[in-house]
């Protein structure tokens, strides 16, 4: 799975946006990008993934860049809710052999919402 | 509950002493994961079953770490002649077939300190 690199901590008013930048430069074209959140004293919550469209649910939207060596995340109403550790992840898909299926987290991008 | 469930929540067990840790995946899930976060730290993958079959048990880190799933339902994380440096916060995941570790559900994890 591609390396990926996320600032260390940000910090977000209550109400504003939220976007947490990921780069994985070495990507490769079968990987898809994860997003997982860990909020205090919780298991990881899976938040959304994409491969090259941008991607929205009804927890976040996902922008990847045309060349795929980058995505943001947006949360666009931040809630004090939302202050967690934010995982980004590139993988493969499940379905192609040995390997795939395990998740490799990083160090995650510790979001504090302010009030 | 509908969502997976591990026990204990917390566990204190003196240095030497054995542990083991319960997980209930999500009914009807066949993918279960093990992995160990140390403070601080992303989650590690340990272990994976697709039903009651250890296919990957790469991650355990020395052989005083033993993982089973006899029936494909249930599984035990167990910790021989604990150390130190076990102390971790243990996560269960959970997945349907053919998804891997694609949107898998975590547990609340098991806080594991060694004294």
């Given at each position: 799975?591609?390396k990926?690199?996320?600032?260390?901590?940000?910090?977000?008013?209550?109400?504003?946006?939220?976007?947490?930048?990921?780069?994985?430069?070495?990507?490769?074209?079968?990987?898809?990008?994860?997003?997982?959140?860990?909020?205090?004293?919780?298991?990881?919550?899976?938040?959304?993934?994409?491969?090259?469209?941008?991607?929205?649910?009804?927890?976040a939207?996902?922008?990847?860049?045309?060349?795929?060596?980058?995505?943001?995340?947006?949360?666009?109403?931040?809630?004090?809710?939302?202050?967690?550790?934010y995982?980004?992840?590139?993988?493969?898909?499940?379905?192609?052999?040995?390997?795939?299926?395990?998740?490799?987290?990083?160090?995650?991008?510790?979001?504090?919402?302010?009030? | 509950?509908?969502?997976?469930?591990?026990?204990?929540?917390?566990?204190?067990?003196?240095?030497?002493?054995?542990?083991?840790?319960?997980?209930?995946?999500?009914?009807?899930?066949?993918?279960?994961?093990?992995?160990?976060?140390?403070?601080?730290?992303?989650?590690?993958?340990?272990?994976?079953?697709?039903?009651?079959?250890?296919?990957?048990?790469?991650?355990?880190?020395?052989?005083?770490?033993?993982?089973?799933?006899?029936?494909?339902?249930?599984?035990?994380?167990?910790?021989?002649?604990?150390?130190?440096?076990?102390?971790?916060?243990?996560?269960?995941?959970?997945?349907?077939?053919?998804?891997?570790?694609?949107?898998?559900?975590?547990?609340?994890?098991?806080?594991l300190?060694?004294?």
């Amino acid at each position: 799975d591609a390396k990926t690199t996320q600032p260390t901590s940000m910090d977000c008013a209550e109400g504003r946006a939220a976007n947490l930048p990921c780069n994985h430069s070495t990507i490769s074209g079968n990987e898809y990008v994860y997003w997982y959140r860990q909020i205090h004293s919780q298991g990881p919550q899976y938040i959304i993934h994409g491969l090259k469209n941008n991607e929205t649910n009804e927890m976040a939207s996902l922008i990847i860049t045309e060349d795929r060596k980058s995505s943001t995340l947006i949360l666009p109403h931040a809630t004090l809710r939302d202050t967690a550790v934010y995982y980004c992840i590139a993988r493969r898909s499940a379905i192609s052999g040995a390997g795939s299926y395990q998740l490799t987290f990083g160090k995650g991008t510790k979001l504090s919402v302010i009030p | 509950g509908a969502g997976v469930s591990q026990s204990p929540r917390y566990k204190v067990a003196k240095r030497g002493q054995d542990v083991a840790l319960r997980c209930d995946p999500i009914s009807g899930h066949v993918s279960l994961f093990w992995y160990q976060q140390a403070l601080g730290q992303g989650p590690e993958f340990l272990t994976y079953f697709q039903n009651e079959a250890q296919l990957d048990k790469s991650g355990l880190p020395s052989d005083r770490f033993f993982a089973e799933r006899p029936e494909g339902s249930v599984s035990t994380l167990k910790i021989q002649r604990t150390q130190q440096e076990d102390s971790a916060v243990y996560l269960c995941a959970s997945s349907t077939a053919g998804t891997g570790g694609l949107g898998a559900f975590f547990g609340q994890g098991t806080r594991l300190t060694v004294v």
